[in-house]
């Protein structure tokens, strides 16, 4: 199995519609992050949490929120999706500052 | 806040040409940096990164980055590529400072797409 499981691997869905995004790891690690990836923009920072109970904003937060269940849980919900959150969603791990572990990534498609 | 520039969003060469993506960062505190690759349809490999010591970095398949403080940069190259290098590349910084507000966040640049021909 993967250190970082990412369910779905794709989805598409409509305009309106709430949609979460589920990632879970086998590493331990207390760290983990959501990212989005468009073509020429890299990756972008949605939500961290370095701790179950700490949760906090990255760089394009807004129209997203997440939940932290357990160490080794840690979704990612667009409540209202529209379609410029059509992208490839990445969750990844950390033990600190360095040693990340990303996941295979799930792309959404928002029509 | 830290950012990353990479200069270049295509490079096209030929299989067993020498390569060069480049890489320039900005941040007031010190810095980890690495260097990821991406090859199509699949997620995010690690090919090498600077934590300290020696700026001449060696890492997977062939690839090195010289880290350079002074130009803020960390230039990924490779002597001679192969077609199978085909893949986008990511050039990414973490702050090194424990307790800054960028801490453990990885910060990417845009992404290069390599691409070799034959």
């Known amino acids: 199995d993967a250190d970082v499981t990412q369910t779905p691997r794709n989805r598409i869905t409509k305009t309106g519609k709430r949609i979460m995004l589920e990632c879970s790891q086998t590493?331990?690690?207390?760290?983990m992050y959501w990212y989005r990836q468009d073509p020429g923009l890299g990756l972008r920072l949605i939500y961290y949490s370095f701790d179950v109970k700490d949760i906090n904003k990255g760089e394009i937060s807004d129209g997203y929120s997440v939940s932290r269940q357990a160490q080794a849980k840690f979704s990612l919900s667009l409540e209202s999706a529209i379609p410029n959150q059509t992208a490839l969603y990445f969750c990844?791990?950390?033990?600190?500052?360095?040693?990340?572990?990303f996941g295979s990534g799930t792309r959404l498609t928002v029509v | 806040a830290q950012s990353v520039t990479q200069l270049d969003s295509q490079v096209p060469v030929f299989e067993e040409a020498p390569v060069e993506l480049r890489c320039n960062y900005s941040s007031s505190v010190s810095v980890y940096l690495f260097w990821y690759v991406q090859y199509p349809n699949q997620g995010l490999q690690l090919l090498l990164k600077y934590l300290s010591g020696s700026t001449l970095v060696k890492g997977i398949n062939g690839f090195e980055a010289e880290f350079n403080k002074s130009q803020t940069s960390f230039h990924l190259r490779k002597p001679s590529v192969h077609i199978s290098d085909t893949a986008e590349y990511f050039c990414?910084?973490?702050?090194?400072?424990?307790?800054?507000?960028?801490?453990?966040?990885?910060?990417f640049g845009q992404g290069t797409i390599l691409t070799v021909h034959p």
């Open positions: 990844a791990t950390s033990v600190g500052p360095y040693g990340y572990t």
């Open positions: 990414a910084v973490s702050e090194a400072n424990a307790g800054g507000t960028s801490y453990g966040k990885l910060t």
């Open positions: 590493k331990g690690h207390d760290r």
